[in-house]
């Protein structure tokens, strides 16, 4: 089965237009708006995963933040289908897009948490 982060990261890419990758950069404050995709737990079974997910939106402003943390939110709820090597059979949004600290207080960061069913392709 694929790895969601493999699977989540160039389709949020895709999604938004924003760059989206499994680790933020060290210069993070220069690569704004940034969207960062990690798996933090879940389970797995013979055919199928469910894996949660982390969904972190780095931006120069909490406007911006929050209306890409939500524009993103709605297409992943939305998400069915055949990408990136899996097949996505349903998204639950466990905690919707909220405010997170970050140490750089010229970075906003917006984090949601989903749990993502799948199946390889």
Do not use: Q
Request: glycine share 8%.
């Amino acid at each position: 089965m694929p790895d969601i982060e493999a699977v989540l990261n160039p389709w949020a890419e895709e999604a938004t237009g924003v760059l989206a990758g499994a680790e933020t950069p060290p210069d993070l404050e220069k690569r704004l708006p940034r969207i960062r995709v990690e798996r933090g737990g879940g389970v797995d079974d013979r055919f199928s995963g469910h894996p949660r997910v982390f969904v972190d939106v780095f931006a120069a402003s909490a406007d911006e933040a929050r209306t890409l943390a939500n524009d993103l939110r709605d297409a992943l709820i939305a998400l069915r289908g055949p990408t990136h090597g899996a097949v996505i059979r349903d998204v639950r949004c466990d905690s919707g897009p909220s405010r997170l600290p970050w140490d750089n207080p010229a970075i906003h960061r917006r984090g949601a948490t989903y749990t993502v069913s799948y199946r390889d392709a």
